[in-house]
T-cell receptor, first 114, second 113 residues
Framework: GESVGLHLPTLSVQEGDNSIINCAYS??????FIWYKQESGKGPQFIID?????DKRQGQRVTVLLNKTVKHLSLQIAATQPGDSAVYFC?????????????FGGGTRVLVKP | AAGVIQSPRHLIKEKRETATLKCYPI?????VYWYQQGPGQDPQFLIS???????DKGSIPDRFSAQQFSDYHSELNMSSLELGDSALYFC????????????FGQGTRLTVV
């Protein structure tokens, strides 16, 4: 079936270093791939998305890379800060114009060390 | 800025009881989604509504039902509760169907004892 998953459950990063979170997906028909951040006790928060016909998109301190050949998605966080400590989920959208059903993958916990 | 409001924040119910979770989307958002997140799990899509009509259905048990009202708020009704229903239930809204950014509420933590 369709699934989105992550390679690493926990990532420890020194403050100021760059973080890279990886994700594998299986549904090639998804039109968007999205990264969400979930802090303890809160709902997921949208970070950035990338359309399936793109391979790179940059935001503020974040970059998402999409490699459709190997069905791989990654989120790069530049100059990681303590506030970046959270669980990060990748998700894929498979609803097109008819909806916004998000299929989430397993999360990666990012711990930023001072 | 206004966010998605969910109530209650915490709920404790006994097995076989019923529960009703409420969601108030961001003003002018016409699409609402419900997700269930078990401990240490990723959010699982349950159901969504667009303009008060069900638009998509995920892994929602038959014991659960939901609807979106004329003021766009939504309610998730859960009957014959089971221990396995204990989870965080998130509601999210988006400004239009097809938008990639969904805004999530703080969630309702349901504990079934």
């Amino acid at each position: 079936g369709e699934s989105v998953g992550l390679h690493l459950p926990t990532l420890s990063v020194q403050e100021g270093d760059n973080s890279i979170i990886n994700c594998a997906y299986s549904n090639s028909a998804s039109d968007y791939f999205i990264w969400y951040k979930q802090e303890s006790g809160k709902g997921p928060q949208f970070i950035i998305d990338i359309r399936s016909n793109m391979d790179k998109r940059q935001g503020q301190r974040v970059t998402v890379l999409l490699n459709k050949t190997v069905k791989h998605l990654s989120l790069q966080i530049a100059a990681t800060q303590p506030g970046d400590s959270a669980v990060y989920f990748c998700a894929e959208r498979n609803g097109g114009a008819a909806g916004n059903k998000l299929t989430f993958g397993g999360g990666t916990r990012v711990l930023v060390k001072p | 800025a206004a966010g998605v409001i969910q109530s209650p924040r915490h709920l404790i119910k006994e097995k076989r009881e019923t529960a009703t979770l409420k969601c108030y989307p961001i003003p002018r958002h016409d699409t609402v989604y419900w997700y269930q997140q078990g401990p240490g799990q990723d959010p699982q899509f349950l159901i969504s509504f667009y303009e008060k009509m069900q638009s998509d259905k995920g892994s929602i048990p038959d014991r659960f039902s939901a609807q979106q009202f004329s003021d766009y708020h939504s309610e998730l009704n859960m009957s014959s509760l089971e221990l396995g229903d204990s989870a965080l239930y998130f509601c999210a809204s988006s400004p239009r169907q097809g938008a990639t950014e969904a805004f999530f509420g703080q969630g309702t933590r349901l504990t079934v004892v």
